[in-house]
C-alpha cells in the first residue's frame, strides 16, 4: 500500500514561491507517474504537473509551465513542486497523487492520493 503525505502550502504574497513535498512510504515513488493536481472551491480538481521518474519526463498544465517544476529525490523518496510567480488564481488546496496507467493528466486515473495542502495566493 501507498501512502503519500503533502506538505509545504501556505499563504504567499503574489509574485512569491513555495515548494510542496509530497513524502511516499510504502513503495518508491520511481514505480509510479506521479501527479500534483489542485482543486479550488466549487471546481473539479485539475492537473497541475506530473512526473515520469523512470523516463525522466515532467509534464505541465499549460497554466504553470514555466512557473512550476516537479522534481523528485529518490533517496528520500519524496515528490517536490517547486511553484514560482505565484498568482491569485493559483490558490486552491493541492495533491498528490501516484498512478500506473501512464494517464497521468486524468484524476479518475490516480489510485492513491495524498490528503492535500492549502496554498494561498494573496494579492
Known amino acids: 500500500q501507498l501512502q503519500l503525505v503533502e506538505s509545504g502550502g501556505g499563504l504567499v504574497q503574489v509574485g512569491g514561491s513555495l515548494r510542496l513535498s509530497c513524502a511516499v512510504s510504502?513503495?518508491?515513488?520511481?514505480?509510479?507517474?506521479m501527479g500534483w493536481f489542485r482543486q479550488a472551491p466549487g471546481k473539479e480538481r485539475e492537473f497541475v504537473a506530473a512526473?515520469?521518474?523512470?523516463?525522466?519526463?515532467?509534464y505541465y498544465a499549460d497554466a504553470v509551465e514555466g512557473r512550476f517544476t516537479i522534481s523528485g529525490d529518490k533517496w528520500k523518496n519524496i515528490v517536490y513542486l517547486q511553484m514560482d510567480s505565484l498568482q491569485p488564481e493559483d490558490t486552491a488546496q493541492y495533491y498528490c497523487?501516484?498512478?500506473?496507467?501512464?494517464?497521468?493528466?486524468?484524476?479518475?486515473?490516480?489510485?492513491?492520493w495524498g490528503q492535500g495542502t492549502q496554498v494561498t495566493v494573496s494579492s
Open positions: 497523487g501516484a498512478e500506473v496507467s501512464g494517464n497521468y493528466y486524468w484524476a479518475n486515473e490516480y489510485d492513491y
Open positions: 510504502g513503495r518508491s515513488y520511481e514505480m509510479f507517474y
Open positions: 512526473l515520469d521518474a523512470l523516463q525522466h519526463q515532467a
